[in-house]
């Protein structure tokens, strides 16, 4: 046994582990009132999904489901290739999702987004890796009208409905932190209706490319 090889047996370096299919990375953190905390970390396989963040900007009821199931949480998993976004909003009610997508006052308009929430990537800042965001970027339909069972799944037809189009926020609404952070993800205000509105959009997520792979 060579010193190199001793060495790399007496140190911690033995316990690490390793995975060319598995990506390990940074999933939360947590600090108690001593000082001292931890990192919880977890493997993430690409072909399972890839974490992303659903973030939203506006007042009201919002619901949403992603490939015809309904979201519960902010955080979501996405296998590249693609999927459906549909949502409901309400306006003027107390949304029971409103401390998980980030309510704020706002009576005309949506701002939303989805980034790709890895360990590597900047989730919060201008780098942020936009898989989806309101605005003419993506071909978003929206419809007044109930569109009654199913709606929410992928495969229904919306090609009737219409296409939203951009609002402007006051100045209050666009001082909000949050809607500054979605307009830097490069979101674009919809206009929403006074009413009850239905929207969906489809996106694409990519796959990871072999440099952004461990």
């Known amino acids: 046994m060579d010193d190199d090889e001793a060495l790399r047996l007496n140190t911690l370096h033995r316990f ?18 001593a000082g001292c905390g931890g990192v919880v970390m ?6 399972v999904g890839i974490p992303a963040i659903v973030r939203s900007f506006v007042d009201g009821e919002i619901s949403l489901w992603l490939d015809g199931r309904q979201l519960d949480s902010a955080r979501v998993d996405l296998r590249a290739g693609s999927h459906t976004l549909a949502l409901t909003i309400v306006p003027e009610r107390k949304s029971r999702l409103a401390g998980v997508f980030g309510r704020r006052r706002t009576s005309s ?21 936009v898989l989806l965001s309101s605005g003419a970027r993506f071909n978003w339909r929206i419809s007044q009208r109930d569109p009654g069972p199913d709606w929410t799944a992928p495969e229904f037809d919306d090609s009737a409905w219409a296409t939203p ?25 919809l206009a929403l209706p006074a009413g009850p509105a239905w929207l969906r959009v489809r996106f694409e997520v990519p796959e990871l490319q072999p440099e952004e792979r461990p």
């Open 42 to 47: 977890r493997w993430v396989d690409p072909g």
């Open 16 to 33: 690490r582990k390793h995975s060319p299919r598995l990506l390990l990375e940074e999933y939360s953190h947590c600090e108690v009132p």
């Open 165 to 189: 189009q951009t609002a402007e926020l006051d100045g209050e609404q666009g001082s909000s932190w949050r809607a500054q952070q979605l307009q830097r993800h490069g979101a674009q205000p």
């Open 109 to 129: 308009a949506l701002l939303l987004s989805i980034v790709r929430a890895l360990g590597r990537d900047q989730p919060d800042g201008e780098l942020a890796i």
